[in-house]
């Protein structure tokens, strides 16, 4: 009798989920994205600008200013990239689009390694790779 009393309770207790928009609402954006991958590259540039060898207070925490928001948007990114790969694109949108399953994974490795690292050209490359990404997705909408 416990088991029973037990597996209802466990039936109709609520289950607390979230998403994107929880009614839904449909309404995606890659533009996020798109800005975050800019400031991560507009922050490489800053960094790259800094004398490595200075030990001046204000040049030190410039740097870790950089890095803060460079890693911060990079994580931005990956977070808007996967909400519209999980939750926007349908089996259809692959039919069009038959590698972007690949070409997220690579985005989302992209922005980790611009994460781990302060490289100009990974940094460009995320650029291009969210762009591309933000392509397919509006021309799923037309």
């Not at 609520?14 to 839904?24: E, L, N, Q």
């Not at 400031?39 to 040049?59: C, H, K, N, Y």
């Not at 990956?78 to 926007?88: R, S």
């Not at 995320?126 to 909408?141: C, R, S, Y």
């Amino acid at each position: 009798m416990s088991n029973i009393i037990s597996g209802l309770k466990r039936a109709l207790t609520p289950v607390v989920v979230s998403a994107h928009c929880d009614i839904p609402c449909g309404i995606y954006d890659p533009a996020t994205a798109v800005m975050a991958a800019r400031t991560v590259a507009r922050m490489v540039e800053l960094i790259g600008q800094l004398d490595p060898s200075s030990t001046s207070l204000e040049d030190r925490q410039k740097f870790v200013r950089c890095v803060a928001a460079k890693e911060e948007h990079a994580e931005i990114l990956k977070h808007e990239v996967t909400v519209i790969w999980g939750d926007y694109f349908k089996p259809v949108h692959l039919e069009a689009h038959p590698d972007l399953h690949t070409k997220v994974w690579n985005l989302l490795k992209l922005a980790s390694e611009n994460k781990q690292h302060i490289d100009a050209g990974a940094a460009a490359r995320l650029e291009a790779a969210t762009k591309e990404f933000a392509d397919i997705f509006w021309a799923t909408k037309k």
